[in-house]
């Protein structure tokens, strides 16, 4: 099922889809009146689409004070769709955002006693014109495998606990499995310590495991140690991680936990895949399956158990949703950390629904343990959650909620302005060429009408803004303006080999975004006597350059 926000420059009243949609529940007395006010509440960014196979849904409504979503007109296209496919997708869209509940009215005129008998045969309860239904969570929580970057998983606990959300299932392969056990001890102060204070050389035993890695020559000299004591000694030793496991995992915590922890494991030598259900009460054989889990073979020594060899449960399944879902999960929280290892295709269940909670940066090396990208980390991963469930805003940042509607006010003057004065630039943003680069440059589909807050974010990336604030307008715009001015402080964190070329890529290479978003800055006066194409090809770095000019300029009056 894939959920889409709609927008007017979604252009959805020109769709054969939508044309040919149908009522299901007569909020309106003909299909075409029902469509006509569809289309005015997409002006208020109301109205949200479901593709699921050959059906599409039009749903518009909002959400109340009691965490109700309050259905206000639906359409349908799907001729052989049943009213039971239609309310289980219904249903899915409020589990997948973790709303108690659906409820709508029907005015007296327009329901019917089949209508109503049906609705109360299907869980739902009346109260004069107004039906509702309450939605039912059997939820699981899905940590994928990931070495150093587990930290995020953390962080997505913590906005778990304050946004009161609850699971009684939680999947781990790897270091998911290790942070699993962390949330049967229910002590999130204890797993946000045990994180913020882990190196390398407490989790694994080789000669450079504590050496600094701030630069990347060091990170390869320690990376270069890890793989030599691999070669030599069948895998670096994983003794330290078992020592802090078994300092840190209380058996008797554990066993008031109500959640149940599955641990993905790969056997040798036939590859296989191992499902271990953790035994809170045998502390000492849950925690060799755990570092069965977790043994990054040949990077480290595969795990004995009863007489037989273990290894990461990632070589088999990395992300563990159809262990979930076996398990009887119907949602499915999954936390992958994008970390090495086979990633299965998996069909959700009709009723099954999957809330992705990753995060569009890369969250550095899964093999160096470092105190200060965990904290960064955990705080991404806090973020992240907080963002899915709207409580903030942005994709690669985090704002206010209403600071970002000030964005995309600014966004829709400066086209205004361009149109106005029938600007070369606008000539650029009304190509299909723009937005196409758009979505490949931002890392996701950006619509029109959010545009300004997409072009935002950008200029952050490019000038190496830190992710971990949540900012307001005036606070992001003075730190891409004093990066712009030569004020920009040294990175001092722990990144990847992948983050060090990258960084070196945007700083050195004279075409890379970020070079040419700077050098934009710069100039006063463009010139649009060069060929098209060229324009074309730099069109997102020249447009947020010319937007940051205009918004800044704003700003001072």
């Known amino acids: 099922m894939r959920i889409t926000k709609i927008y007017p420059s979604h252009f959805v009243g020109t769709k054969l889809t939508f044309q ?43 959400l109340a004070a009691d965490n109700f979503f309050v259905l206000e007109n639906f359409l349908y296209y799907d001729l052989n769709i049943r009213q039971k496919q239609m309310l289980q997708l219904l249903d899915n ?39 509702s239904r309450r939605c039912h969570y059997h939820t699981a929580l899905v940590l994928g495998g990931g070495g150093a970057r ?45 994180w913020e204070n882990l190196s390398t050389d407490q989790v694994l035993q080789f000669p450079a495991a504590a050496a600094d ?51 993905c494991s790969t056997r040798l030598p036939d590859f296989s895949e191992e499902i271990y259900h953790f035994q809170k009460e045998d502390l000492a054989t849950a925690i060799s399956w755990l570092s069965a889990s977790a043994s990054f073979y040949p990077a480290m020594k595969a795990t004995e158990i009863a007489g037989k060899l273990y290894i990461d449960g990632g070589y088999r399944n990395n992300v563990p949703v159809d262990v979930a879902v076996k398990k009887g999960a119907t949602e499915c929280i999954v936390v992958d950390v994008k970390g090495p290892g086979l990633t299965k295709k998996y069909r959700l269940p009709k009723n099954v ?38 409580r903030y805003l942005g994709f690669w940042y985090t704002f206010i909620p209403e600071e970002t509607a000030e964005f995309n006010i600014y966004w829709r003057k400066f086209c205004q302005q361009l149109r106005q004065q029938q600007h070369p630039l606008w000539q650029l943003i009304k190509s299909q060429a723009f937005w196409r680069k758009l979505r490949h440059t931002y890392g996701k589909e950006v619509a029109f009408e959010v545009a300004g807050l997409a072009l935002v974010e950008l200029s952050g990336v490019w000038a190496d803004i830190l992710p971990t604030e949540i900012f307001t ?18 990175l001092n964190a722990t990144l990847s080999v992948a983050e060090w070329l990258n960084l070196y890529r945007k700083r050195l290479f004279a075409w890379s975004d970020a070079r040419l978003f700077f050098s934009f800055l710069q100039v006063s006066q463009l010139s649009f006597t060069v060929p098209q194409i060229l324009w074309e090809n730099f069109a997102v770095s020249l447009v947020a350059a010319e937007f940051s000019k205009f918004l800044w300029q704003a700003e001072t009056k």
Request: with cysteine; aromatic share 10%; hydrophobic share 40%.
């Open 353 to 390: 629904v999957q809330l992705p909670l990753s995060s569009p940066w890369t969250l550095g090396s899964f093999l160096v343990f470092d105190p200060g990208r965990s904290k960064t980390n955990l705080r991404l991963g806090y973020l992240e959650t907080m963002k899915y469930f709207n």
């Open 93 to 131: 869209f409020c589990r997948q955002h973790f709303f108690f509940g659906l409820r709508f009215e029907i005015s007296s005129q327009n329901k019917t006693t089949a209508l109503c008998d049906w609705l109360l045969n299907n869980a739902f309860q009346k109260v004069g014109d107004s039906f």
């Open 213 to 263: 890695n701030h630069a990347l020559r060091l990170l390869l000299r320690q990376i270069r140690s890890l793989t030599m004591t691999a070669l030599k000694e069948n895998g670096a030793s994983t003794k330290p991680l078992q020592q802090i496991m078994t300092q840190t995992f209380d058996g008797e915590k554990m066993l008031q936990s109500p959640v149940s922890l599955y641990v």
């Open 473 to 490: 307008k005036k606070e992001f715009i003075t730190q891409v303006k004093e990066v712009s001015r030569g004020h920009k402080e040294e």
């Open 20 to 62: 040919n949609s149908q009522q299901w529940l007569p909020f309106f007395n003909s299909n075409t009146k029902a469509q006509k006010v569809m289309l005015k509440a997409i002006t208020s960014q109301q109205v949200w689409q479901i593709n699921e196979e050959e059906t599409t849904l039009y749903l518009a409504g909002k």
């Open 150 to 194: 587990g930290a995020y998983q953390i962080g997505v606990w913590q906005a778990l606990q304050e946004l009161k959300i609850n699971f009684s299932i939680v999947t781990g392969t790897s270091v998911g499995a290790l942070n699993g056990g962390l949330i049967l001890l229910n002590d999130q102060k204890a797993a946000r310590k045990l």
